[in-house]
């Protein structure tokens, strides 16, 4: 199914999951959709491994962890979500050296938590890991108190003029 996307995310400077400068990162990149889902797209490397022609279980929780925790500020975006639990199910190996699709939606949402769930889906479209998690909504400012060091992690994201749809 297509979705619109709405919006593409900030990314992180050194962020494991998402940082432009940091060599070893997942190099995420996530875009709000139309169904109130926020995508995360990125590249599995050799080094993100586990077993050979594996993807490590913890970079499958991390990148699962922060399409989670990030699509509260879908709904905020002066909150972040910090996490309080996190349960996955792992179902398919994930490979390295291909393109993932990761989903995150909130399916809870209070004054000081939210809880929410997601899914890596492989190229071929079968779903590998599925995760459910619980986060603390915390406002940005008590997360990153400084202003500059702010500025130095939080960059805006280029976008990309070709995409206006994704297929999930």
Same mark, same amino acid.
């Given at each position: 199914?297509? !979705?619109?996307?709405?919006?593409?995310?900030?990314?992180? $400077?050194?962020?494991?999951?998402? %940082?432009?400068?940091?060599?070893?990162?997942?190099?995420?990149?996530? =875009?709000?959709?139309?169904?109130? *889902?926020?995508?995360?797209?990125?590249?599995?490397?050799?080094? !993100?491994? $586990?077993? &050979?022609?594996?993807? !490590? %279980?913890?970079?499958?929780?991390?990148?699962?962890?922060?399409?989670?925790?990030?699509?509260?500020?879908?709904?905020?975006?002066?909150?972040?979500?910090?996490?309080?639990?996190?349960?996955?199910? =792992?179902?398919? &190996?994930?490979?390295?050296?291909?393109?993932?699709?990761?989903?995150?939606?909130? @399916?809870?949402?209070?004054?000081?938590?939210? *809880?929410?769930? %997601?899914?890596?889906? #492989? &190229?071929?479209? *079968?779903?590998?890991? @599925?995760?459910?998690?619980? =986060?603390?909504?915390?406002?940005?400012?008590?997360?990153? /108190?400084?202003?500059?060091?702010?500025?130095? /992690?939080?960059? +805006?994201?280029?976008?990309? *003029?070709?995409? +206006? =749809?994704? /297929? #999930?």
């Amino acid at each position: 199914m297509k !979705h619109k996307i709405i919006k593409k995310q900030n990314i992180s $400077s050194n962020c494991v999951v998402c %940082g432009v400068d940091n060599d070893l990162s997942l190099k995420a990149n996530f =875009y709000e959709l139309d169904n109130n *889902e926020l995508l995360a797209i990125c590249d599995t490397k050799e080094w !993100h491994q $586990s077993y &050979p022609g594996r993807m !490590h %279980g913890g970079m499958s929780a991390a990148i699962l962890d922060e399409t989670i925790g990030r699509a509260i500020t879908m709904l905020d975006g002066e909150v972040w979500g910090v996490t309080v639990s996190l349960d996955l199910k =792992y179902k398919k &190996p994930v490979p390295t050296d291909c393109t993932i699709k990761v989903v995150g939606r909130i @399916t809870r949402d209070t004054r000081k938590l939210f *809880e929410g769930t %997601g899914e890596i889906i #492989l &190229p071929n479209g *079968e779903v590998a890991v @599925t995760a459910k998690g619980k =986060y603390m909504k915390l406002p940005v400012s008590r997360i990153i /108190e400084d202003e500059d060091d702010l500025a130095r /992690e939080w960059l +805006e994201a280029e976008n990309e *003029e070709d995409m +206006e =749809y994704i /297929e #999930l």
